[in-house]
């Protein structure tokens, strides 16, 4: 193992395992308050920051019609390959949106009556402002960002249990932890500071149920970053161990709560769950905080 910097591995999230583990990323309920800021309408043209595999995009490109324009981005084109499958009218493009304006043709420059962006802005830790630079880059004057991302204690439990098992190895944690979680107040100063104001910012508590146990969520978002750099073996032991670590805080079971059983885990799984979870015994949850908002080009 060595202790590489976890950036050269955020483009290499897998479809398949996003689409089995982490459907609420663009499920209906869990994005409707930022669909609600972005409002896109008939004719504009939209694009889409972190596309992913593209169910969110493809809803902007049924918001703005024909006459609309949408772009999706994002850095990992297995993604893509996905979106692109589905849907022929949205323009999709591979780009590390922390590189807008050096990667994308110039032509876009100051076209776009919106930006959204949901879900992505926390894998910017390289160079987060650059991200703002690239909004405004793409943006008309008067053209808006509406985005969602994690903000402040976005996933605690996780991320703590994530620096205690690598320290435990003797591993500094730092250069491989791939997230910025900011407060609401800093990120409307970083706006302000890049010509945007904005018209709503908060951040909001939402206990968000697993598809599967909280192994399935690390390995879709923590085996290719965190965990890059280690072996199959080191990374199976490293993941059973932040289980283990966050089981009082994210397993719940109601013949006893806190302190449910790995065996009945399985049954849990091999029975499938929805958007809502396991079902009404038992379950993982992550508690998400999201920092939402909507600001202005001025």
């Not at 493009?93 to 990667?103: A, G, N, R, Y």
């Not at 009404?280 to 949850?285: L, V």
Request: proline share 4%; net charge negative.
């Amino acid at each position: 193992m060595s202790g590489s910097n976890y950036s050269s591995s955020l483009s290499n999230h897998a479809a398949k395992q996003y689409t089995s583990q982490a459907s609420f990323v663009y499920s209906k309920n869990y994005t409707a308050a930022i669909w609600d800021l972005l409002n896109p309408k008939e004719g504009e043209k939209i694009i889409d920051l972190g596309c992913g595999t593209g169910e969110n995009t493809k809803r902007i490109k049924d918001a703005v019609g024909e006459r609309g324009e949408v772009y999706g981005i994002d850095s990992s084109q297995d993604m893509l390959d996905k979106a692109g499958k589905d849907s022929s009218d949205v323009k999709w493009v591979q780009c590390d949106i922390q590189k807008i304006s050096e990667t994308l043709d110039p032509s876009l420059e100051g076209t776009f009556d919106a930006v959204f962006t949901s879900a992505v802005l926390h894998w910017c830790k390289d160079d987060p402002e650059s991200v703002i630079r690239g909004i405004s880059w793409l943006l008309k004057p008067g053209g808006r960002i509406a985005f969602e991302f994690g903000g402040f204690g976005n996933g605690a439990e996780v991320r703590t249990a994530l620096h205690a098992v690598l320290k435990q190895r003797n591993v500094d944690p730092e250069p491989l932890d791939p997230w910025w979680f900011p407060t609401d107040t800093q990120y409307d100063q970083m706006l302000a500071q890049h010509g945007f104001k904005t018209s709503s910012i908060g951040l909001f508590p939402r206990p968000t149920p697993l598809a599967s146990d909280l192994i399935g969520w690390l390995e879709t978002f923590c085996r290719n970053t965190w965990f890059a750099s280690f072996s199959k073996t080191e990374a199976d032991e490293l993941l059973e161990q932040v289980q283990d670590i966050c089981r009082p805080s994210c397993y719940w079971k109601l013949d006893s709560p806190g302190q449910g059983r790995a065996k009945d885990e399985q049954a849990a799984i091999s029975a499938g769950a929805g958007e809502r979870g396991w079902g009404k015994t038992e379950g993982w949850s992550l508690m998400y905080i999201r920092l939402r908002g909507l600001a202005t080009k001025t």
